[in-house]
């Protein structure tokens, strides 16, 4: 728990989720309008002792990273595009489908308070596409944006704790 002094300010209210950036290859991804949680998962190895057949103890397990999913309206960016053929490329001969050696990239996620100050901020680590979805589904009777999508599988996550809370007026 954050320890707190008696004469520092500190935000009181949380941070809104629709003030996000997100950063690979030191270039913010255009236009991205939705991103799924950093989400990570420890399982529990049960385990007893041969004299008390009762009760079990719990140990950690192995850790899985969740993917992460990036929606974005369809523009002639072809950043996701660019990202998924690094993986599988159509029509390339055998052997050279996947371009192993830069498919995987670090990402940095941004979380920014009203202001636009960056208050929050994630690696994201060896991350690579698994799903992509060039165009939605379209329907000539919507009135809504076309989504482009990509799902990432990632290695894991960690806090930039370089960031700190900015003072607020």
């Given at each position: 728990m954050a320890q707190f002094t008696a004469n520092a300010v500190y935000r009181f209210d949380p941070y809104k989720n629709f003030?996000?950036?997100?950063?690979?290859?030191?270039?913010?991804?255009?236009?991205?309008?939705?991103?799924?949680?950093?989400?990570?998962?420890?399982?529990?190895?049960?385990?007893?002792?041969?004299?008390?057949?009762?009760?079990?103890?719990?140990?950690?397990?192995?850790?899985?990273?969740?993917?992460?999913?990036?929606?974005?309206?369809?523009?002639?960016?072809?950043?996701?595009?660019?990202?998924?053929?690094?993986?599988?490329?159509?029509?390339?001969?055998?052997?050279?489908?996947?371009?192993?050696?830069?498919?995987?990239?670090?990402?940095?996620?941004?979380?920014?308070?009203e202001a636009g100050t960056k208050v929050i901020a994630y690696n994201i680590y060896r991350a690579w596409v698994s799903e992509y979805v060039a165009v939605p589904e379209l329907d000539a009777n919507a009135n809504a944006v076309a989504i482009a999508t990509i799902k990432i599988e990632c290695e894991g996550f960690e806090r930039d704790v370089t960031v700190t809370e900015p003072t607020e007026t």
């Open positions: 003030k996000f950036k997100l950063k690979w290859d030191g270039q913010y991804v255009a236009g991205l309008s939705k991103m799924t949680p950093l989400k990570r998962t420890t399982e529990v190895i049960k385990h007893r002792e041969g004299g008390d057949p009762s009760s079990s103890h719990k140990a950690p397990g192995r850790t899985e990273y969740d993917s992460i999913t990036l929606s974005r309206g369809v523009t002639f960016d072809t950043a996701f595009e660019e990202w998924a053929n690094l993986v599988f490329l159509h029509g390339a001969g055998p052997g050279a489908e996947a371009q192993l050696k830069s498919m995987r990239k670090d990402l940095y996620l941004e979380i920014n308070d």
